[in-house]
Each structure stands twice: as C-alpha cells, then as structure tokens.
C-alpha cells in the first residue's frame, strides 16, 4: 500500500528565510509521481511542483524546489526567500502507478511565516 | 488559472435533507475525481471517474453517490444528509497521468 508521511504538523519561520517541509513515501510501484499543494486558509488546493520516479534532476518551480532523494524515498519541499503569504497548509502528495491518476495525500505541514 | 468550480461554496443543511453538490470543468479533462477533507486533516478520495459513464469508489467509504452524464458535470449527491457528513468537500480533475489535477475551491458542508 501507498503512504505519504508527513511528520512536521506546524512550522513557524522568519520571513525571506527558506524553510524545508519533509515528506517520506512508501511504494512498491517502480513508477510514480510525487506532488506538493499548497492550502490556503480559504481552502482551494494549489498545485506547487511536480517530480516524477524517473526524473533526473530535482524539480524547480520558481521559490520552490523539490529535493527528491529516490533512495531514502524522500521528497522534501523547499521555499526560499519565504512570504508571509506562503502562510498556510502544505500537502505532499503520490501518484500511484504510472496511467494511475488518483492521489494519496499527507497529514500536511501547517507552514506561518512571521514578519 | 484552474477552470472548475464547485457550488455552493457553504452549505448548512438539517438532517435528513437530500444534497446536491455541483463540479463542473471547462478543460475537457476526462478524469475527475472526490476528496473528503476534514478541517486540518489530509484528503480522503471518496470517488472517481475514468470518463463519461464511468465512476468507482474511492478508498474512503462514503454514502455519497455520483454520476458522469457529461465530461464537463461531476455532481455528488447524498441523499439522507447526518452530522457525520459534515466536512469540506473537493472536486478535481486532470488530464492524464504524471500531470497536476486541478481543484474545485471546495464545499464546505455542515449537517445539523
């Protein structure tokens, strides 16, 4: 079975300084993907970044990057340069499978940047 | 920006009512899917669906039912609405695998 594990339930960091949201994940599929959605407090789901199994190099979007460590099967979020408005919830997510869409999702980091 | 939409965005309803929560997307995608959210918790998804006429359970047991008449249309409907059934709802859909689903900006439901 598929399971994301998010083990940081709230994080408080200084504003501009960059801040590193875990994620573990457990699979015995060979191909996968692995996403971070950000929550805010009006509760839509916002896609951040993406990394597939297979990809190379570590995904970049922007402030956010993602440090996929396949081996340790981590898949670890980081903000730089944070804003007080990346004050919210932080999802980790897996995609189980390749041609599998559906998504398991982590408990979730409730991330509050302070001025 | 994200083209599907979910209404209403709150509803508070008694027990025992029969509810309608409508998803709609505008980006042709053929899978759309149901998550449960409760309030600081992880999504649960409840339902999904491959394409017109095609829907399954998810891996959360719910009461709800769904129907795909249309690509565009996923609506969930519960028809003795409990307290239990109080939570926030997600609607999303995507266009195929290894790419990002879109969300709904979500139902958020109370059952009194």
């Known amino acids: 079975a598929q399971k994301i594990t998010q083990t940081q339930p709230g994080m408080f960091v200084q504003e501009k300084e960059a801040v590193t949201l875990d994620c573990t994940y457990d699979?015995?599929?060979?191909?996968?993907?692995l996403f971070w959605y950000k929550q805010p407090s009006s509760g839509e789901m916002i896609f951040l970044i993406y990394?597939?199994?297979?990809?190379?190099q570590n995904a970049t979007e922007g402030r956010y990057s993602l440090n996929f460590q396949k081996a340790r099967k981590s898949a670890n979020l980081v903000i730089s340069a944070s804003q007080l408005g990346d004050s919210a919830m932080y999802f980790c997510?897996?995609?189980?499978?390749?041609?599998?869409?559906?998504?398991?999702f982590g408990t979730g980091t409730r991330l509050t940047i302070i001025p | 920006e994200a083209d599907i939409y979910q209404t209403p965005r709150y509803l508070v309803i008694g027990t025992g009512k029969k509810i309608t929560l409508e998803c709609s997307q505008t980006?042709?995608?053929?899978?759309m899917y149901w998550y449960q959210q409760d309030p600081g918790m992880e999504l649960h998804l409840i339902h999904y669906?491959?394409?017109?006429?095609?829907?399954e359970k998810g891996d959360l047991s719910s009461e709800s039912t769904v129907s795909r008449i249309r690509t565009e249309h996923f609506p969930l409907t519960l028809e003795s609405a409990r307290p239990s059934h109080t939570s926030q709802y997600l609607c999303?859909?995507?266009?195929?695998?290894?790419?990002?689903?879109?969300f709904g900006q979500g139902t958020r439901l109370t059952v009194v």
């Open positions: 999303a859909s995507s266009y195929r695998a290894n790419t990002e689903a879109f």
């Open positions: 699979t015995s599929d060979p191909s996968y993907g």
């Open positions: 990394q597939g199994s297979y990809d190379q």
């Open positions: 997510a897996m995609q189980r499978g390749f041609g599998n869409e559906k998504l398991t």
């Open positions: 980006m042709g995608h053929d899978k």
């Open positions: 669906s491959y394409g017109v006429n095609s829907t």
